[in-house]
């Protein structure tokens, strides 16, 4: 999450500092830390200043990320509604790092981990602003702080982990493609057959699929 401290600025200012590094998008829980009541939420909806996204209690403001990529926007709408510290693995961290061997995005499946979590089931949908939509896929993994490349306002596993999990569950062309893929970019180093390795630099831009 962006700006853990305090905000320099409140109300709808605030909003647009949270949307300007989202990508266009707020959350529920960041709307009220700005200042905004749930009536000056619901007012915002209604005149069209805000609109609903699949995720409940996140929204996208508008004029801001319309030029962002689409993937990196559901990416981050699942982060502000899953709980903190979620981040993105398997095909969609592999998409992130534009690495070759897996078919289009379908513009809508996102696959995503929490910390913590043992079970590949979705959070309960008894707290409304952690409700998900069927297209977020949850991981079960165990990831120590190594893992995890943090690219704000994104959080995903790191290009060895990555490939490590899709090692887990890709068939062996896929495997050698994506790999070939890290090593020709740079990513991993070529004698590292576990694709481990610190990632360098910052995942390049990802096109709109």
Do not use: N
């Amino acid at each position: 999450m962006v700006f853990t401290k305090s905000l320099p600025c409140r109300g709808d200012d605030a909003v647009v500092l949270f949307a300007a590094a989202q990508f266009g998008l707020v959350s529920r829980e960041q709307a009220r830390r700005a200042g905004l009541s749930f009536a000056d939420i619901s007012a915002r909806l209604r005149r069209g200043a805000w609109a609903r996204t699949l995720h409940r209690g996140v929204f996208r403001v508008l004029d801001y990320g319309t030029l962002a990529s689409p993937l990196k926007q559901a990416v981050v709408a699942a982060q502000l509604a899953l709980p903190t510290g979620a981040f993105a693995c398997r095909a969609t961290a592999a998409r992130l790092w534009r690495l070759d061997g897996l078919a289009p995005w379908d513009g809508h499946t996102v696959d995503m981990a929490v910390p913590g979590r043992r079970t590949s089931a979705p959070p309960p949908p008894s707290t409304p602003s952690r409700a998900v939509p069927p297209a977020v896929r949850i991981h079960a993994l165990r990831v120590c702080d190594s893992d995890i490349a943090v690219r704000a306002p994104i959080r995903l596993t790191g290009v060895g982990r990555t490939l490590r999990d899709m090692a887990a569950c890709s068939p062996a062309r896929t495997r050698t493609r994506l790999r070939g893929s890290a090593v020709g970019r740079g990513l991993v180093v070529s004698g590292r057959p576990d694709g481990r390795s610190r990632c360098r630099g910052r995942p390049p831009p990802v096109s709109s699929p």
